[in-house]
């Protein structure tokens, strides 16, 4: 009976150490349920999963994971999630694992876009919402804090962070813009500024080090010809005088610079067809059955088009994409409200997964569940294939010093990007000196002892939903 037990109890073991594709869509499935707060706390979940509980990685191997999740766009949880999936199962395992993370938070998001509508009909709802916005300003500006401590140590990347928060607060830059400027900048300063200055400095080292074993070599053999014409006169001269006539050559290296020149013409010409007019009154008809339809489609492929672009060129997580979504959704497309926007951001906060399951709420408020959907494939599929592309050549992407270069330009304009978006939606979610002040108390609380931010969260709209009943 003892045998046949710990042989179950291997058997139990080595099928939990077996990765199949049901384990990984349950195993994320069920992180995707109770991964509250979004960011490291997913994190810290997947490698206890991953890598204390069931072992499908070593630490090495996460961490080299977590590395890429970092570098890639997108959300750092979504990636991971698709990192492990590849480890474990190829694009199947990737596939599996990303739908499992992202499929509770959108229902669940789905589903509070439908009671939207009616919730805004309660009294004091508006109340609750303050504070869970209040709450969202102050988890973002700590994000930012937090982010800044460890990747700004130079001036050059204080004054890319800076530049980035103002053009996107003052002058109104895209997000777009921004990224792409920064990583430009992050090349120039490591090809053109930084590594000449570099080699400058070892070539000068280089130089020094010769002349001073030239010096060397000469005073070494003045002193033994000195040595040989005093052993020879009995007479010992003054090792000056011949120091003072000691030829000493220096040879001085030219830099050339490389001028980079490109020339790029492109010639566009567009042609129209003109169609005939035969039958007009034949074709208004099924073109007027047809118009919802298409109506609808273009409606979709517009969504489609806004998210998979958000989705593809924003580093730095899901709080870096607020202003973009903001931008388009409001400002361009007028699909949402200010107001609307920043409820929707903090009931991406508040759900489980990522915070960029705000998109569900947006794509369903527009288009319905099926623009819901559509939303949530746009803004997580960019990095999931970038993700499947370069875990296939980790070591490659890693060695690959323009990538490199270009992140690290971006990396600093993250926190600007960062302070512009809690400045968003600050400014439309917080419209009294109590909203102000609970935003203060919350980062203060954050930083201080560092709780889950979704209690911070829930607590501050709670708490402000209170006071609405109590006071005002």
């Known amino acids: 009976m ?3 037990v710990r042989y179950g ?9 077996t990765a199949t594709l049901g384990g990984l869509f349950l195993s994320f499935l069920k992180i995707g349920l109770v991964g509250f707060g979004g960011g490291l706390a997913v994190i810290a ?14 630490d090495i191997e996460f961490a080299e994971g977590f590395a890429l999740a970092q570098s890639l766009p997108g959300t750092a949880a979504g990636n991971v999630a698709t990192y492990v999936g590849l480890k474990m199962r190829g694009w199947r395992g990737a596939s599996v694992a990303m739908a499992g993370f992202i499929l509770p938070s959108t229902l669940l998001m789905i589903g509070l876009a439908i009671l939207y509508r009616h919730l805004r009909h309660f009294p004091n709802t508006d109340r609750l919402f303050h504070g869970l916005n209040a709450a969202l300003v102050a988890l973002i500006v700590v994000t930012a804090w937090r982010m800044g401590k460890n990747t700004l140590g130079q001036r050059w990347q204080w004054v890319v962070g800076v530049l980035a928060c103002l053009t996107v607060v003052i002058v109104g830059a895209t997000v777009i813009e921004v990224v792409l400027a920064a990583g ?25 080090t010769a002349s ?3 010096r060397r070599r000469i005073v070494s053999r003045l002193t033994s010809r000195r040595r040989e014409r005093g052993n020879e006169t009995g007479a010992q001269p003054p090792v000056r005088s011949y120091l003072l006539h000691a030829p000493v050559v220096e040879r001085v290296l030219k830099v050339v610079k490389r001028d980079r020149s490109s020339l790029d013409d492109d010639i566009a010409s567009n042609g129209r067809d003109q169609s005939s007019t035969k039958d007009r009154s034949l074709s208004i008809v099924p073109l007027a059955l047809a118009l919802p339809f298409i109506v609808k489609i273009g409606l979709l492929l517009t969504i489609a088009a806004v998210f998979l672009r958000i989705g593809s060129i924003t580093f730095g997580g899901g709080f870096v994409m607020i202003p973009l979504i ?29 915070v960029l399951i705000s998109a569900t709420f947006i794509g369903y408020r527009v288009a319905g569940t099926l623009g819901a959907l559509v939303a949530t494939i746009g803004i997580f599929l960019p990095s999931f294939l970038m993700t499947i592309a370069a875990g296939s050549s980790l070591r490659r992407f890693r060695n690959n010093q323009v990538a490199q270069s270009f992140l690290r330009g971006v990396t600093p304009a993250v926190v600007g990007l960062l302070i512009a978006a809690a400045w968003s939606i600050g400014r439309a979610g917080i419209h009294t000196s109590i909203g102000i002040s609970m935003a203060v108390v919350a ?28 006071l005002w």
């Open 212 to 214: 001073s074993r030239r």
């Open 326 to 354: 903001e931008s388009e959704a409001v400002n361009t497309h007028h699909w949402l409200t200010h107001q609307e926007f920043a409820d929707a951001t903090a009931l991406g906060q508040i759900t489980p997964g990522p």
């Open 45 to 58: 979940q997947v490698r206890t999963l991953t890598v204390r509980k069931r072992g499908w990685l070593t």
């Open 443 to 470: 980062a203060i609380v954050l930083v201080r002892f560092r709780p889950n931010p979704f209690w911070v969260i829930i607590g501050a709209g709670i708490l402000r939903f209170l006071l609405g009943m109590i």
């Open 9 to 17: 109890q291997r058997e139990i073991k080595r099928i939990s150490h």
């Open 2 to 4: 003892r045998a046949r």
């Open 184 to 208: 430009v900048v992050g090349i120039f300063i490591d090809s053109v500024v930084e590594k000449p200055f570099q080699v400058s400095l070892e070539f000068w080292h280089r130089v020094r």
